[in-house]
């Protein structure tokens, strides 16, 4: 009998993201061993160098979210092992992870971008520096962590607040209409879902901890011709950023305009049974087995 194939499952890290990575492993290494895998498991820290070279795997499943992660620092340890790897590879996760490079490159596109200003806090504090409502946010996170709506004087000191470890944020207009997220998994296969989040947006509470009360729309309530756009759209800007495996790419459709602006691309996308993609996939006919077999597929021979 042909010997199990030996996949490294790293997830944990270092980054806000740490409790959302935990969570995604457990479902990732579950289906692994139903798929019949060797499965290592390894709560990645700056060990991870050692650890590749220790077991020897045949392939490495990245359940990291975040910061070193998913911002190619990662990436370029793997790399440096020549282990084959999940999902997108070094320059591409730079490029997603930092939303003001990767605004660069949409622009480019002629994707249409909110308005934003790459600034600082100290150059914010006590100027208008856009209209309100904007949306301050990092330039380089993820999960919503550090993303506020500034409705206000008070909004803008707590957000201020919030994220006041960070040199450099971003502030965005503020657009207002349906939040419509779009998954590109298994070969340029698409599928979108509209988001009702339980809170003002789609905030960290939101994503994981609703009780429930976010919805998940598939398919979108937008038109078919809309489904197909956006869902292409999606596509361009995963192959824009040279984006391998799975990602989700973010949108805002416009109420008044009807036009889809992006937000951002995840390279590294929520993998619980229950998250976005794997929801996806699954309405579409790809269970969660089936969709954890294409990665690592994927992984191993289109690199
Ligand atoms: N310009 C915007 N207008 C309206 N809502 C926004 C805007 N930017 C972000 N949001 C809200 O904040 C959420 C998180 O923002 P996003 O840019 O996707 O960052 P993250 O990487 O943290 O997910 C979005 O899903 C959306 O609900
Ligand atoms: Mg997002």
Redesign the pocket.
């Known amino acids: 009998m042909k010997s199990k194939k030996r996949v490294m499952l790293i997830y944990g890290g270092i980054s806000s993201e740490r409790e959302i990575s935990i969570i995604s492993s457990i479902g990732i290494n579950e289906s692994l061993i139903r798929n019949n895998y060797e499965v290592i498991k390894i709560d990645a820290d700056e060990n991870l160098e050692k650890e590749i070279k220790k077991y020897k795997p045949d392939v490495i499943f990245n359940a990291l979210h975040g910061t070193w992660g998913e911002d190619g620092k990662v990436q370029k340890i793997i790399e440096s092992t020549n282990v084959p790897y999940t999902n997108s590879g070094i320059k591409a996760s730079e490029l997603a992870m930092d ?1 003001h490079k990767s605004s660069e490159v949409f622009t480019k596109m002629n994707l249409c971008y ?1 308005n ?1 200003k790459l600034t600082s806090l100290k150059l914010i504090e006590g100027k208008d520096i856009m209209n309100y409502p ?2 301050l ?2 330039r380089n ?7 506020g ?1 500034i409705k206000n004087d008070d909004d803008k000191e707590k957000y201020i607040d919030l994220n006041k470890e960070r040199d450099e944020i971003l502030i ?6 349906k ?1 419509i ?1 779009v998954a590109i998994y298994g070969d340029n296969k698409t599928g979108s879902i509209e ?1 009702d ?1 339980k809170n003002e ?3 960290y509470e ?2 994981y901890f609703d009780n429930g009360e976010t919805k998940h729309i598939i398919p979108p309530r937008i038109t078919e011709d809309q489904i197909v756009f956006v869902e292409n759209l999606a596509l361009k800007a995963h192959n824009a950023l040279g984006c391998k495996g799975i990602s989700r790419t ?1 949108f ?1 459709l416009e109420k008044d305009s009807g036009i889809f ?1 992006i ?2 691309v ?1 390279t590294q996308p929520g993998m619980t049974p229950t998250s976005l993609v794997p929801e996806i996939a699954k309405s579409k006919g790809t269970d969660f087995d089936e969709l954890i077999n294409w990665i690592i597929d994927d992984a191993s021979t289109n690199r």
């Open positions: 939303k909110p934003t904007y949306v946010k990092p996170e993820g999960s919503s962590v550090g993303v709506i965005q207009e503020f657009i207002d209409g939040e997220q988001i989040p947006f789609y905030d939101s994503k973010d805002i602006y937000l951002e995840n």
